[in-house]
């Protein structure tokens, strides 16, 4: 409701953004009375939500495709590539994390924070930029836009999705890198660990059982947050790579006033976002195995 | 088999799978924008037209140098009144879905375009009253008044003909799978992803396709879309920015070929609009504006002088272009002592603008010029629906937009500047200027054309509604490997004719 209204603030209406320079006032006039648009925005709210408890989100006023057909051709787009950066943040972060702190103050641990503070404050688009000029221009390797679903070409799917996920997996693995890191000098700290190291645990079992495990409750979290941000879209990202995603869907929504797509998809992020929690919620009890007991 | 082998395997696979082993020829086309619905009734995007061009032939169509040439109709003529046309069409055409293309079809089209809700054509061919079948293959269009830039309103949209059977099956929905009878067939639209079409094997003039698939994708960064011309991902890209050009050009396996545009840049001044005309209501004030601009170093400054610096509402390279009122030079003491004769000498305003990076940097260099005069220009960025939108309001006092042009002047002046112009957002209103522009509706001779746009010009150089300021050049940048393209000034790429 919030972002129905907050919608209807911005000046100018559906009408008016399919107009564009022509200003046709008889079309837009036209428009307003077909799609609803005259009425108060209580009513269409109340129109709003009693097609969508019917399943139906209504037609992009845009483009006149099917807002759930617009859904289901993004959302496996999105999650895909949002899987992939995270798992390359996950392969890249965690072990830098882990490296960064059980080597503290050494040159490994600057080189990796370094390495985490770059890719945090590397913006998306000048990454994009560089590498689509190297790997796609220079060298040739991939390609520099689009995308292929993987039932059509798993091997050209994978060419086209990885320097995206490249660009959003490097943001995402200096967080991580920085989280796993602070939270492993914590539980490396930690008196049990201490016991264990006591009673000759080998330091690798120390590191990779002991506290790593308990070390990976924040990561979790920073994780089910990050992925929950990845599928909420990544505008610039896939701005540049042409990936037909959630979050150019989203942007050009608000610009063109295309009501019913904004809405659409801020619901199924709302609820993608809910089933990540619930999802980080359940991995945490098969982290740490005292939660299921305490509960 | 270790991981790293494993790894390495499904790196070098999916590094080979970026080479296309298709034997088909697919033309990739970077579009600036993603289109809105393909359906020629309701589409506005000038993007979309450029996928038309592509599936859905038209009446007639344009050449390089504007004249009408016949497509689906193969001649018309004019009844000596003026106030019909008869069109006749050409013979074996069918529609993508097998369906005949006849007399039935192009009143079915017309009736549509005037009828359905929220047609953006009715305002372009609304003078048609009725539409006679005569035979199979002649109709006639009855016009409520003479409309002589009817027949260039019909070598676009309004022109476009698509198979009534699909147009009765999906309705509204029309545009997400179009029928027509272009060159190519539709095959899947991934909505901000791409469209493909497939070539059609019935087309009347299939002996000029040589391609076996166009897919058109949109990538709105132009630097992402060069990016992708130079690795042979895109072999076209449309209105290629002016600073791209440099690198287009040193690459040995690229072109770009550029014609100036039909449309122009605008900063629109509020003559009569609400309580904001207050500022600029003065004739004497908007002279001294525009006497302050200085548009040959504007386009040299901002765009590599790749543009062509304009006074009017076509360009100079136009035949409607009035010769003897050609850009002025700038002359700010006469601006001074206009603003001091008005009583306001020290003038201050705010221009609104989009957040577009043309328009920026030109705001920016006027707002220098302009202060050499004494006039305080201040910029206000908007995005661009907001923009219009206070525009209809009156809620501006000057507004910097474009327009993308049409192939008959009419397109470019009477809509902005007659009385009830759609676009006419100043309140401009001369009845002096209003008769001639009417008169030029209604005469088929170019020659008495020509004489009427050239009074009517005079009196807005004098009147100065809207500041014309430049026109752009309308770049293609293409894989050398491409032949066949000959640009049009209204940018669209005619993708028959081109070949690898």
Not at chain 1, 12 to 35: C, Q
Not at chain 2, 455 to 463: F, G, Q, Y
């Given at each position: 409701?919030?972002?129905f209204?907050?919608?209807?603030?911005?000046?100018?209406?559906?009408?008016?953004?399919?107009?564009?320079?022509?200003?046709?006032?008889?079309?837009?006039?036209?428009?307003r009375v077909?799609?609803?648009?005259?009425?108060?925005?209580?009513?269409?709210y109340?129109?709003?939500?009693?097609?969508?408890?019917?399943?139906?989100?209504?037609?992009?006023?845009?483009?006149?495709?099917?807002?759930?057909?617009?859904?289901?051709?993004?959302?496996?787009?999105?999650?895909e590539l949002?899987?992939?950066?995270?798992?390359?943040?996950?392969?890249?972060?965690?072990?830098?994390?882990?490296?960064?702190?059980?080597?503290?103050?050494?040159?490994?641990?600057?080189?990796?924070?370094?390495?985490?503070?770059?890719?945090?404050?590397?913006?998306?688009?000048?990454l994009?930029?560089?590498?689509?000029?190297?790997?796609?221009?220079?060298?040739?390797?991939?390609?520099?836009?689009?995308?292929?679903?993987?039932?059509?070409?798993?091997?050209?799917?994978?060419?086209?999705?990885?320097?995206?996920?490249?660009?959003?997996?490097?943001?995402?693995?200096?967080?991580?890198?920085?989280?796993?890191?602070?939270?492993?000098?914590?539980?490396?700290?930690?008196?049990?660990?201490?016991?264990?190291?006591?009673?000759?645990?080998?330091?690798?079992?120390?590191?990779?059982?002991?506290?790593?495990?308990?070390a990976?409750?924040?990561?979790?979290?920073?994780?089910?947050?990050?992925?929950?941000?990845?599928?909420?879209?990544a505008?610039?990202?896939?701005?540049?790579?042409?990936?037909?995603?959630?979050g150019?869907?989203?942007?050009?929504?608000?610009?063109?006033?295309?009501?019913a797509?904004?809405?659409?998809?801020?619901?199924?992020?709302?609820?993608c976002?809910?089933l990540?929690?619930?999802?980080?919620?359940?991995?945490?009890?098969?982290?740490?195995p005292?939660?299921?007991?305490?509960? | 088999?270790?991981?790293?082998?494993?790894?390495a395997?499904?790196?070098?696979?999916?590094?080979l799978?970026?080479?296309?082993?298709?034997?088909?020829?697919?033309?990739?086309?970077?579009?600036?924008?993603?289109?809105?619905?393909?359906?020629?009734?309701?589409?506005?995007?000038?993007?979309?037209?450029?996928?038309?061009?592509?599936?859905?032939?038209?009446?007639?169509?344009?050449?390089?140098?504007?004249?009408?040439?016949?497509?689906?109709?193969?001649?018309?003529?004019?009844?000596?009144?003026?106030?019909?046309?008869?069109?006749?069409?050409?013979?074996?055409?069918?529609?993508?879905?097998?369906?005949p293309?006849?007399?039935?079809?192009?009143?079915?089209?017309?009736?549509?375009?005037?009828?359905?809700?929220?047609s953006?054509?009715?305002?372009?061919?609304?003078?048609?009253?009725?539409?006679?079948?005569?035979?199979?293959?002649?109709?006639?269009?009855?016009?409520s008044?003479?409309?002589?830039?009817?027949?260039?309103?019909?070598?676009?949209?309004?022109?476009?003909?698509?198979?009534?059977?699909?147009?009765?099956?999906?309705?509204?929905r029309?545009?997400?799978?179009?029928?027509c009878?272009?060159?190519?067939?539709?095959?899947?639209?991934?909505?901000?992803?791409?469209?493909?079409?497939?070539?059609?094997?019935?087309?009347?003039?299939?002996?000029?396709?040589h391609?076996?698939r166009?897919?058109?994708?949109?990538?709105?960064?132009?630097?992402?879309?060069?990016a992708s011309?130079?690795?042979?991902?895109?072999?076209?890209?449309?209105?290629?920015?002016?600073?791209?050009?440099?690198?287009?050009?040193?690459?040995?396996?690229?072109?770009?070929?550029?014609?100036?545009?039909?449309?122009?840049?605008?900063?629109?001044?509020?003559?009569?609009?609400?309580?904001?005309?207050?500022?600029?209501?003065?004739?004497?004030?908007?002279?001294?504006?525009?006497?302050?601009?200085?548009?040959?170093?504007?386009?040299?400054?901002?765009f590599?002088?790749?543009?062509?610096?304009?006074?009017?509402?076509?360009?100079?390279?136009?035949?409607?272009?009035?010769?003897?009122?050609?850009?002025?030079?700038?002359?700010?003491?006469?601006?001074?002592?206009?603003?001091?004769?008005?009583?306001?000498?020290?003038?201050?305003?705010?221009?609104?603008?989009?957040?577009?990076?043309?328009?920026?940097?030109?705001?920016?260099?006027?707002?220098?010029?302009l202060?050499?005069?004494?006039?305080?220009?201040?910029?206000?960025?908007?995005?661009?629906?907001?923009?219009?939108?206070?525009?209809?309001?009156?809620?501006?006092?000057?507004?910097?937009?474009?327009?993308?042009?049409?192939?008959?002047?009419?397109?470019?002046?009477?809509?902005?500047?007659?009385?009830?112009g759609?676009?006419?957002?100043?309140?401009?209103?001369?009845?002096?200027?209003?008769?001639?522009?009417?008169?030029a509706?209604?005469?088929?001779?170019?020659a008495?054309?020509?004489?009427?746009?050239d009074?009517?010009t005079?009196?807005l150089?004098?009147?100065?509604?809207?500041?014309?300021?430049?026109h752009?050049?309308?770049?293609?940048?293409l894989?050398?490997?491409?032949?066949?393209?000959?640009?049009?000034?209204?940018?669209?790429?005619?993708?028959?004719?081109?070949?690898?």
């Amino acid at each position: 409701m919030l972002i129905f209204s907050l919608q209807k603030l911005l000046p100018g209406d559906a009408a008016t953004a399919l107009a564009g320079e022509e200003g046709d006032t008889a079309a837009v006039a036209a428009i307003r009375v077909k799609y609803n648009l005259d009425r108060p925005v209580a009513v269409q709210y109340g129109i709003w939500i009693g097609k969508v408890l019917r399943g139906d989100f209504g037609d992009s006023l845009r483009s006149r495709i099917p807002v759930a057909d617009l859904i289901a051709s993004k959302l496996p787009v999105t999650v895909e590539l949002a899987i992939v950066s995270m798992l390359i943040a996950l392969a890249v972060g965690v072990p830098a994390g882990v490296l960064s702190a059980t080597r503290q103050g050494r040159p490994l641990d600057l080189a990796a924070n370094f390495v985490a503070l770059s890719g945090l404050s590397v913006p998306h688009f000048w990454l994009g930029i560089m590498l689509i000029l190297l790997f796609a221009v220079r060298l040739g390797w991939l390609p520099a836009s689009g995308y292929v679903p993987p039932w059509d070409d798993w091997r050209r799917n994978l060419s086209t999705i990885l320097l995206p996920s490249i660009v959003l997996g490097t943001g995402v693995a200096g967080v991580m890198m920085r989280h796993a890191r602070s939270a492993m000098l914590q539980t490396l700290g930690a008196d049990y660990v201490r016991t264990a190291r006591a009673k000759s645990v080998p330091e690798r079992l120390v590191v990779m059982k002991h506290a790593l495990r308990n070390a990976l409750i924040p990561v979790i979290t920073l994780g089910a947050v990050e992925f929950g941000r990845l599928l909420s879209g990544a505008v610039l990202t896939e701005q540049i790579f042409a990936i037909p995603g959630f979050g150019k869907l989203l942007v050009d929504g608000v610009f063109n006033r295309d009501y019913a797509v904004v809405q659409a998809v801020v619901l199924v992020s709302a609820l993608c976002y809910l089933l990540l929690n619930l999802l980080a919620d359940i991995l945490y009890f098969v982290a740490d195995p005292r939660l299921r007991g305490s509960s | 088999m270790t991981v790293s082998r494993i790894l390495a395997a499904l790196l070098a696979s999916v590094l080979l799978a970026a080479a296309p082993a298709s034997a088909e020829t697919v033309l990739r086309i970077g579009l600036n924008d993603d289109p809105d619905a393909l359906d020629p009734t309701i589409s506005r995007a000038y993007v979309g037209r450029l996928v038309f061009a592509a599936l859905c032939d038209k009446l007639f169509d344009v050449t390089p140098d504007l004249k009408i040439v016949p497509q689906l109709a193969t001649s018309y003529e004019w009844a000596a009144d003026n106030r019909s046309v008869t069109l006749r069409l050409r013979p074996g055409v069918k529609f993508h879905d097998g369906e005949p293309f006849n007399a039935d079809a192009v009143r079915f089209n017309i009736d549509r375009h005037l009828t359905m809700a929220g047609s953006f054509r009715k305002s372009e061919i609304g003078e048609i009253k009725s539409v006679d079948v005569v035979n199979d293959l002649t109709v006639r269009l009855n016009l409520s008044q003479p409309l002589v830039p009817l027949l260039a309103a019909l070598t676009d949209r309004a022109g476009m003909m698509i198979s009534p059977k699909a147009a009765k099956e999906l309705g509204d929905r029309f545009g997400t799978r179009p029928v027509c009878a272009g060159p190519f067939k539709f095959v899947e639209r991934v909505a901000q992803g791409k469209i493909v079409l497939q070539k059609f094997a019935d087309y009347w003039d299939k002996a000029n396709v040589h391609l076996d698939r166009v897919e058109f994708v949109p990538i709105t960064d132009s630097t992402a879309r060069l990016a992708s011309l130079r690795s042979g991902d895109l072999q076209m890209i449309e209105r290629v920015s002016p600073t791209d050009l440099a690198q287009i050009r040193a690459d040995t396996r690229l072109k770009v070929v550029g014609v100036p545009e039909l449309g122009f840049q605008v900063i629109r001044l509020n003559v009569a609009n609400g309580p904001k005309s207050k500022t600029l209501a003065d004739v004497r004030v908007r002279q001294a504006i525009d006497l302050a601009i200085d548009r040959t170093a504007l386009v040299k400054a901002v765009f590599n002088d790749e543009y062509i610096p304009g006074n009017q509402f076509v360009s100079p390279s136009s035949v409607y272009y009035n010769k003897k009122l050609p850009v002025k030079p700038r002359d700010v003491p006469r601006a001074r002592q206009l603003l001091r004769e008005a009583g306001q000498p020290n003038l201050a305003f705010t221009l609104i603008l989009p957040p577009e990076r043309d328009r920026q940097e030109a705001a920016q260099v006027i707002q220098a010029m302009l202060a050499e005069a004494g006039i305080t220009m201040t910029l206000q960025s908007q995005e661009n629906v907001t923009m219009l939108e206070a525009g209809k309001r009156g809620d501006f006092e000057a507004y910097f937009t474009f327009w993308s042009g049409r192939p008959d002047p009419d397109g470019n002046i009477f809509t902005h500047y007659a009385c009830k112009g759609a676009q006419n957002d100043s309140h401009y209103c001369n009845a002096e200027f209003d008769a001639l522009v009417t008169k030029a509706r209604q005469v088929a001779d170019p020659a008495q054309r020509k004489q009427l746009y050239d009074k009517a010009t005079e009196l807005l150089l004098r009147d100065v509604p809207a500041l014309h300021l430049w026109h752009r050049r309308v770049f293609t940048g293409l894989n050398a490997r491409v032949e066949g393209f000959t640009p049009h000034p209204d940018g669209i790429i005619r993708v028959k004719g081109l070949r690898f």
